[in-house]
């Protein structure tokens, strides 16, 4: 069965770049994506993912406030941040301290993304890309 990912995301770009990596990992199926964090918590709440791929930066309501209300949700909920901010912002600490399982910088490097999704799906666990770009 495979696992059911929520991508998150403003830019479409960055949105097909993932649903492409992700069909190429096999084993995820994208269930739908947002371009806001308000769309985001409603999609949470329809689509019931088993990971979600959020930007830290989107209008509207941005990811630290949809990570927030999504985590009140579901305390268990799996999400990972997505940024092109750095591992010194105060958006990103502010996202691991709110449980995001993990913080991936953009660009997006394909063997991180299959790296810390491969560790939430067998382990239930991520890691905090300290190689910001």
């Known amino acids: 069965m495979k696992t059911k990912v929520l991508i998150v995301d ?24 947002a371009k806001n964090g308000a769309e985001a918590v409603k999609l949470f709440k329809t689509v019931k993912p088993e990971i979600v791929l959020m930007d830290i930066i989107m209008p509207m309501m941005d990811g630290i406030q949809s990570l927030r209300t999504i985590k009140k949700l579901d305390p268990n909920a799996k999400v990972v ?5 750095g591992g010194v912002s105060k958006k990103v600490e502010d996202a ?8 991936i910088s953009k660009p997006i490097d394909p063997e991180k993304v299959r790296t810390v999704l491969e560790q939430i799906v067998k382990i239930g666990v991520g890691g905090s890309d300290t190689s910001f770009s």
Do not use: C, N, P, W
């Not at 190429?24 to 739908?32: A, E, H, K, T, W």
């Not at 941040?81 to 901010?85: Q, V």
């Open 96 to 103: 691991v301290r709110l449980g995001a399982l993990s913080v």
């Open 10 to 33: 403003d830019s479409i770009a960055v949105v097909r770049q993932m649903t492409k990596l992700l069909e190429s990992f096999g084993g995820y199926d994208v269930v739908g994506h």
């Open 81 to 85: 941040m997505l940024t092109a901010l």
